[in-house]
């Protein structure tokens, strides 16, 4: 059978995918091996924020003395991760929902391998397309002898959500976005967090400042062990028991779960790349545009988390449109990943990256400046009690157009989407300082950070 498009995974770029191709040609098809819904619906963004949410509520319920509230506490969390299955099932169902409204002869449940450029087989059956959009995603990075050491008390963020019940302590190995959002969540609804890390920072800042802010504020409560990765796990006494090294002692702490955190890695493995060509084996190098998502100068375009350096749902979803349209006007191909680049750790507070980041800016040996602004005696986070943490801003030194921004504030999802949306803009610091800033507001730190910067350039 012959088609004008395959395309290869139903997640979020898939999804995006067949509802532009669909509008094109009746002659398509969709091949997913899996569950017909997305990550971010059933094991990513959703379900993890709804657990965020009820640790975000806690730990504020804790906390009322800091708005002048005296109270005592008592919480049954038994409901929180009950709630957190409701909701991705509802997410979830959503999706099935809108798959089940495609036409049957359009969908095929199974596993693609291809066969040569313009074939690949699914259960045993040839299906043939003039063009392929591959979106086939990721799963977390396994460990096998971590898995045979201690079963099922090795978690992974696909399965942590199927937890009946909170535990008593958990042992986070990373210290990346998710296991940040993951480690401190955890913390504030109780479990007991100890998270080994690589490296010496948290999460994805780049900033030396703002990395310092996110380590002062952050490492006591997640107990965090800086250049620390575990050597071994053993069970014993119902527990897992962790082995490491920290400088030349041997240590050990007892855990109930271990949350394997260290990543995800791409399913691209599994299509059999190597017989279109026999230099696509090795997936690290494959020969894909950054910004077009084509395979070297072929009609086949690999989306989503897949194969990306930005695994964000809004970019996956683009680049499935955008792959669609190439697909289309083969062989004429335009460049399409325009997004202003940003990402969000759902932290408390929350860690933001808008546009270049400060070490993006320094390896592309950018003359930038530097405008900071603390969130410590900023006058709105003061009044709610989350004084915690600052911004800054990148500003080009010649033109002085705004470049990027990291940040570190309560409710910084918000001041992340302002600035990422007139990022495409070019705006100068004097375009954005003769905006109004209403007082008091969060936003008014913004304000600060860019007259900090203007103050820095006109003292220079």
């Keep these: 059978m012959s088609y004008d498009l395959i395309i290869i995974g139903a997640g979020t770029a898939g999804i995006s995918a067949y509802t532009a191709a669909k509008r094109q040609t009746d002659n398509l098809l969709i091949i997913n091996d899996g569950p017909w819904d997305t990550t971010c619906a059933r094991v990513g963004c959703m379900p993890s924020k709804v657990l965020i949410a009820s640790a975000n509520q806690y730990h504020d319920a804790k906390n009322l003395s800091k708005v002048g509230i005296q109270a005592e506490l008592q919480a049954d969390l038994s409901g929180v991760l009950p709630r957190v299955r409701e909701y991705r099932d509802r997410f979830t169902s959503g999706m099935q929902k809108t798959v089940d409204g495609w036409k ?3 969908k095929i449940n199974g596993k693609a391998r291809f066969i040569n450029h313009n074939t690949v087989e699914v259960n045993g059956q040839q299906y043939q ?6 979106a086939v995603g990721t799963t977390p990075r ?80 997640l107990n965090v062990l800086f250049e620390t990765t575990p050597e071994s796990f053993e ?20 855990v109930d779960y271990v949350l394997n ?31 077009t998502k084509q395979l070297a100068d072929r009609p086949i375009f690999i989306v989503g988390d897949a194969h990306t350096t930005t695994p964000v749902q809004h970019e996956a979803s683009n680049e499935g449109k955008i792959a669609v349209k190439n697909v289309f006007s083969y062989p004429e191909v335009k460049q399409g990943k325009d997004l202003a680049p940003l990402s969000i750790v759902f932290s408390s507070p929350e860690i933001a990256l808008v546009g ?13 400046e530097v405008g900071f602004a603390s969130y410590e005696s900023q006058g709105r986070a003061t009044v709610l009690g989350k004084n915690v943490g600052g911004i800054e801003v990148y500003v080009d030194k010649a033109s002085q157009v705004f470049l990027g921004a990291e940040i570190f504030v309560t409710d910084g999802e918000h001041l992340a989407h302002l600035l990422a949306w007139i990022l495409n803009q070019k705006p100068t610091i004097s375009d954005i300082l003769s905006q109004p800033f209403y007082h008091p507001t969060l936003e008014e730190g913004v304000r600060t950070a860019f007259r900090d910067v203007k103050y820095k350039l006109k003292s220079s």
């Design 261 to 291: 955190a260290t990543g995800r890695v791409s399913l691209l493995d599994g299509l059999a790349l190597d017989q279109i060509d026999p230099s696509y084996d090795d997936i690290k190098s494959l020969p894909i545009n950054e910004y």
């Design 129 to 134: 397309a003039k063009a392929f959009i591959i």
């Design 142 to 221: 396994p460990n096998d002898e971590w898995q045979q050491a201690i079963g099922d008390r090795l978690l992974t963020t696909d399965t942590i959500f199927e937890l009946e019940q909170l535990p008593s302590s958990i042992a986070v190995i990373g210290s990346g976005a998710i296991s940040t959002e993951l480690a401190l969540a955890l913390n504030q609804l109780g479990v007991e967090t100890t998270v080994f890390s690589r490296g010496k920072n948290i999460a994805n800042a780049t900033s030396p400042k703002i990395q310092e802010l996110i380590n002062t504020a952050l490492q006591p409560q």
């Design 235 to 254: 069970l014993k006494d119902n527990q897992v028991q962790v082995h490491f090294n920290q400088g030349d002692e041997k240590k050990s702490i007892a």
């Design 356 to 368: 270049q980041s400060y070490q993006q800016l320094k390896d592309n040996n950018i003359d930038f």
């Design 104 to 106: 049957a002869e359009h």
